[in-house]
């Protein structure tokens, strides 16, 4: 294992320079865990709103209410208790509310870890009856091993389409001059998650110390920045996130920052559109991201036949993470050899594997999120 970032570069990446996370704009190298903490944690944070993800005109609104909408016992053959919650919240331009469904293991003593999804696909993939299921949120293989599986939709918080920020929570929230660095959808997502979250807290059953927070693809990329803005979130997933999740940018192959900002002009604030064919350019590159979460749990998986995504510019965000793990006394995944598909790796606060297949979220990763932090929780 090389310890510094340097080495690292040279060994996982030869030509693919990125920027080093442990310099702080006043060129001074950060050496401990508290200068990051202090200094260069939220500079880190502040250039990934700048530039990318956007600035929330609101984090925790004081209207903020939680309605326990159902508690129903004898779910899944007895073994888990349903609730549905409506989280919900009014600003200058109106009222909004997300529905949280919430499987909680019924025998296991009080309270357990939590599984949440951030969901994209639609209300067919969290079905409350279950009587529609599948591989993207497997929520009886998450309660059978001992954790409560949670779930909301994007579209609660903000439908996916470009709409010049007229619904969901930009209508609701921004100010009528939208500034260049505004939150676009996958900002306004990471927020939903954190209110999700509020709610958690509040819950007796959910030990909110060990919420992990998950999302496939453009979800991915919403769990990461939902992970690093708010360090509630004591595990974060990113499964297939590609171009503005895991995936270094710069010499990516596969989706480019200016094909991203082109399809969806939405997700990102208008700043990031000013890189588009220009990633040397930027402040960040993603592995920053992934710093962020640091000393939290951070899981990166893959798929062989997404090279849309790029799975090797993803593995290489971990490597190049890894330094700032190290502040902490953690040592990442102890390997910066690109692995053999479906060989996962169960590192020191990071996990990876890439699975046989698609762009998906399948049963196979889910179960090996699960072992991960089977191991890391212990
Ligand atoms: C694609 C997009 C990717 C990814 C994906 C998805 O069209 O280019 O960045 O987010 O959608 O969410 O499935």
Redesign the pocket.
């Known amino acids: 294992m090389k310890d510094s970032l340097t080495e690292y570069l040279i060994a996982a990446s030869g030509e693919r320079k990125v920027p080093d996370t442990l310099y702080t704009q006043k060129g001074e190298k950060v050496t401990a865990a508290e200068q990051w903490e202090q200094v260069r944690r939220p500079e880190v944070l502040a250039l990934f709103r700048e530039h990318v993800y956007g600035v929330n005109p609101v984090e925790r609104p004081d209207s903020l209410s939680f309605n326990i909408v159902e508690t129903k016992e004898g779910m899944m053959g007895g073994k888990a208790t349903r609730k549905q919650v409506d989280i919900s919240f009014e600003g200058p331009g109106g009222k909004g509310t997300i529905r949280l469904l919430l499987f909680v293991p019924s025998k296991q003593k009080k309270p357990v870890p939590a599984f949440l999804l951030i969901n ?1 696909r639609g209300l067919d993939h969290m079905d409350p009856e279950r009587e529609k299921r599948s591989g993207y949120w497997p929520a009886e293989s998450i309660v059978e091993r001992g954790y409560a599986a949670a779930v909301f939709w994007t579209n609660d918080v903000d439908p996916d389409e470009h709409d010049e920020f007229k619904n969901g929570v930009h209508g609701i929230f921004d100010d009528k001059e939208r500034p260049s660095n505004a939150w676009g959808t996958i900002g306004a997502w990471a927020w939903g998650a954190s209110r999700v979250m509020d709610y958690l807290e509040a819950d007796s059953d959910i030990d909110a110390d060990r919420v992990a927070v998950a999302g496939h ?2 979800t991915g ?1 919403t769990a990461l920045w939902a992970g690093a803005v708010d360090e509630r979130f004591a595990f974060v997933i990113s499964n297939d996130s ?2 503005t999740g895991a995936a270094i940018s710069r010499g990516k192959i596969g ?1 480019t920052i200016n ?2 900002n082109t ?2 002009p939405h997700w990102f604030n208008e700043n990031y559109k000013t890189y588009n064919d220009k990633e040397f350019d930027l402040p960040i590159d993603q592995h920053m991201l992934l710093s962020l979460i640091a000393p939290r749990s951070v899981y990166v998986a893959s798929a062989t036949e997404d090279e ?2 790029d799975p090797k510019s993803e593995f290489l965000s971990l490597v190049y993470a890894t330094p700032v793990y190290q502040l902490y006394g953690f040592n990442g995944l102890g390997t910066n050899q690109f692995p053999q598909p479906e060989s996962p790796i169960i590192g020191d606060k990071m996990g990876h594997h890439i699975r046989i297949g698609k ?1 998906n979220l399948t049963q196979y990763d889910w179960e090996q999120f699960i072992n991960f932090w089977d191991q890391i929780d212990k």
């Open positions: 994209k693809s453009r990329k590609g171009n989706e094909q991203i399809k969806f849309w995504a762009h």
